[in-house]
């Protein structure tokens, strides 16, 4: 039985979001992002993506592939095709707050209040429960 698309949207959202506000920092090497950096720090969609269902392929694509939504089908335990068009938009919303946050030179973020509150903006357009995690 498929599981519903706004409670897989919910979990990656969830997932997400608390995965990156206990690391506070990007995920980077050098200038660029990535799922998984080789100091162990992951982005916030690969804070969904299990490690044995990571691999170096997914690093410079967007979360709209079907590799990074296969692998994120995988972690979250669903059918690849339940991380439909409208989950794998949210997923690039969400790697979009990751990616284009301000952060210093280390990848931490500079505004804390800030993330929160674009991902707050996430959760109300798309009808999801902020997590405790980024409530204000």
Request: proline share 2%; net charge positive; glycine share 8%.
């Amino acid at each position: 039985m498929a599981t519903p698309k706004k409670s897989i949207m919910q979990r990656i959202f969830d997932r997400g979001c608390k995965h990156l506000m206990k690391q506070g920092r990007k995920s980077v090497e050098g200038h660029n992002c990535r799922y998984l950096s080789d100091n162990g720090q992951r982005c916030i969609i690969g804070g969904c993506i299990a490690k044995k269902y990571y691999t170096e392929a997914i690093e410079g694509q967007g979360a709209r592939t079907v590799l990074v939504r296969s692998a994120v089908a995988k972690s979250m335990r669903v059918e690849p095709h339940e991380i439909d068009d409208g989950t794998a938009s949210l997923m690039a919303e969400m790697q979009n707050v990751h990616d284009y946050t301000l952060s210093d030179d280390a990848g931490k973020f500079l505004n804390m209040e800030k993330l929160k509150q674009k991902l707050r903006n996430i959760a109300a357009v798309r009808k999801l429960a902020i997590p405790a995690c980024i409530k204000a």
